[in-house]
């Protein structure tokens, strides 16, 4: 997802619009362009986006602060959470936002949080502009972590956000196993799923692709079951990641 500051006009969310944001975290950009050309403000100063509704222009519902800048492409970078933030507003109206900035704090005049491109008639200000990204939208989310010797016990916890196919997990460990490889299946509301990932004996990391993937929905309850482990050493201190596809 893109938000583009820029100092062009646009046109609200048309009402009765409902836009189509993205359905869990994101990485997202922060972009300042003045006459089309990006810049940043100076190093160390702070930066964050505040989220307004149009009832009330003073206390904002959202802020959006922790983001990093990048100096080779001109922008900042963050991960958004549009539907458990003031995001999710814009499917009912179109939002105002103030760019927050310097020491001391110094607030920008409001711009208008729409969806889409620019164009056609528009109120006397400036934009930020939300698209989602070019294919689908893939994310690694964290399952869980067994701290110590692996044991044939089930770990993690993952509530699904957007309905999604989980492509494959990601195993990694302090301590190898040794004798025998860790089979880890990924369990849906508590039930085995068929989907195994693999940490060969001797190894620390391991990607394992599903096929077939895993459908879940939102609301869904995810973790994992370790139902095998090394024969002369367990394996020890296990994180695991899912490669989710937003579908």
Excluded at 57 to 85: D, E, I
Aim: glycine fraction near 10%; aromatic fraction near 6%.
């Amino acid at each position: 997802m893109n938000l583009i500051l820029e100092t062009t006009t646009g046109r609200p969310t048309p009402a009765g619009t409902v836009p189509q944001l993205p359905r869990a975290s994101t990485d997202a950009t922060l972009q300042l362009v003045t006459n089309g050309v990006a810049a940043l403000l100076p190093e160390g100063q702070p930066v964050a986006l505040k989220i307004y509704t149009p009832d009330d222009l003073v206390t904002p519902v959202a802020t959006f602060s922790v983001w990093a800048r990048n100096a080779t492409y001109q922008l900042y970078t963050a991960t958004l959470a549009p539907l458990t933030t003031g995001l999710a507003w814009l499917r009912e109206k179109t939002l105002r936002a103030r760019v927050s900035y310097g020491t001391p704090n110094v607030d920008s005049e409001l711009f208008h949080l729409m969806l889409g491109g620019s164009g056609g008639a528009a109120p006397d200000l400036p934009q930020i502009v939300i698209t989602q990204p070019a294919g689908p939208v893939k994310q690694t989310v964290s399952l869980g972590a067994k701290t110590g010797n692996l044991k044939l016990e089930a770990y993690g916890n993952h509530v699904v956000q957007a309905d999604a196919k989980v492509n494959g997990m990601q195993l990694y460990a302090n301590t190898a196993p040794v004798g025998a490889d860790v089979l880890v299946e990924l369990r849906k509301g508590g039930v085995g799923t068929g989907a195994v990932a693999t940490l060969s004996a001797g190894s620390k990391a391991e990607r394992t692709p599903f096929d077939p993937v895993v459908n879940v929905e939102a609301g869904d309850v995810l973790d994992f079951e370790v139902i095998q482990i090394g024969s002369t050493k367990p394996g020890g201190y296990l994180s695991t990641e899912m490669e989710l596809e937003l579908v």
